[in-house]
């Protein structure tokens, strides 16, 4: 299985920037994708952004043109850089990875918070 560790979250004003981290251990070889979700109270958690093994990005289209996903693979680590941060972007940001073995396990980490507001 994999362990999923994330950083980076705090509180910022609006149109400010944070890079939040997430650190991959176990079974590491096994990922095929990684991402990032978030969930604002009463709201579904929703997708932000995703990356595979290759390279191949997806990006909410809330988030499209502000904040970019990179992942190293030699660090097992995906970080996603947020600019021009806006208060609905307020919300627990979760990492995400899905292990591709026998059958696909999907992991999730603890959840860091972004706070956005004057």
């Known amino acids: 299985q994999v362990q999923l560790v994330e950083s980076g979250g705090g509180l910022v004003q609006p149109g400010g920037s944070l890079r939040l981290s997430c650190a991959a251990s176990g079974n590491i070889f096994s990922i095929y994708v990684m991402g990032w979700y978030r969930q604002a109270p009463g709201k579904q958690r929703e997708l932000v952004a995703t990356?595979?093994?290759?390279?191949?990005?997806n990006y909410a289209d809330s988030v499209k043109g502000r904040f970019t996903i990179s992942r190293d693979n030699d660090k097992n680590t995906v970080a996603l850089q947020m600019n021009s941060l806006k208060p609905e972007d307020t919300a627990v940001y979760y990492c995400n990875a899905i292990q591709v073995v026998t059958s696909p396990i999907n992991s999730w980490g603890q959840g860091t918070q972004v706070t956005v507001s004057s």
């Open positions: 990356i595979t093994r290759g390279g191949n990005t």
